[in-house]
T-cell receptor, first 111, second 114 residues
Framework: GQSLEQPSEVTAVEGAIVQINCTYQTSGFYGLSWYQQHDGGAPTFLSYNALDGLEETGRFSSFLSRSDSYGYLLLQELQMKDSASYFC????????????FGTGTRLQVFP | DAGITQSPRHKVTETGTPVTLRCHQTENHRYMYWYRQDPGHGLRLIHYSYGVKDTDKGEVSDGYSVSRSKTEDFLLTLESATSSQTSVYFCATTGGQTGNSPLHFGNGTRLTVT
């Protein structure tokens, strides 16, 4: 089967940098996406890595290494509003219609 | 953002009753998905649709059925609700099938089965 594993919870203080890891076991996929979800809200798209390497979007960066079956989301200059859950997700190559999500990481930012 | 409306937003029902959740989109997106979200499990795919009358199963499809008779509507039916189906259900849509065509989510339906 396929699985994407993430740490269940990460804590940090305002202004800090935090990395949320996503390790996966899947036979093949098109790329790694990241979504953010605030408590009581709907998930929203953050980033997508089609190729290995680092993609930067403002304070957020995402990284993918297919050889290591590993990716991460890097959040810099943390703000209180970044407190949320973060999910990695992949579309499987043998069925390009399915987007499978990781278990999710709850980030708590403290003042 | 994509106009996705889920109804109802909240529902309480009894074990053994059928329940239908509705997802309506105004973006003419081809792909529509139903996920359930439970603590410790993240988002799990129930069923999805890749076109009108074209649907397929996801990871946790047992006890659920779907229908899509129009591009804009995707219905999820719990044939006989059980307490294990208490969850938050999210509908999502996308116009493309690759990872860089992001999913747009509705605001969710909180379902409680007593």
């Amino acid at each position: 089967g396929q699985s994407l594993e993430q740490p269940s919870e990460v804590t940090a203080v305002e202004g800090a940098i935090v990395q949320i890891n996503c390790t996966y076991q899947t036979s093949g996929f098109y790329g790694l996406s990241w979504y953010q979800q605030h408590d009581g809200g709907a998930p929203t798209f953050l980033s997508y890595n089609a190729l290995d390497g680092l993609e930067e979007t403002g304070r957020f960066s995402s990284f993918l290494s297919r050889s290591d079956s590993y990716g991460y989301l890097l959040l810099q200059e943390l703000q209180m509003k970044d407190s949320a859950s973060y999910f990695c997700a992949v579309i499987l190559t043998y069925n390009t219609d399915k987007l499978i999500f990781g278990t999710g990481t709850r980030l708590q930012v403290f003042p | 953002d994509a106009g996705i409306t889920q109804s109802p937003r909240h529902k309480v029902t009894e074990t053994g009753t059928p329940v239908t959740l509705r997802c309506h989109q105004t973006e003419n997106h081809r792909y529509m998905y139903w996920y359930r979200q439970d603590p410790g499990h993240g988002l799990r795919l129930i069923h999805y649709s890749y076109g009108v009358k074209d649907t397929d199963k996801g990871e946790v499809s047992d006890g659920y059925s779907v229908s899509r008779s129009k591009t804009e509507d995707f219905l999820l039916t719990l044939e006989s609700a059980t307490s294990s189906q208490t969850s938050v259900y999210f509908c999502a849509t996308t116009g493309g099938q690759t990872g860089n065509s992001p999913l747009h989510f509705g605001n969710g339906t909180r379902l409680t089965v007593t």
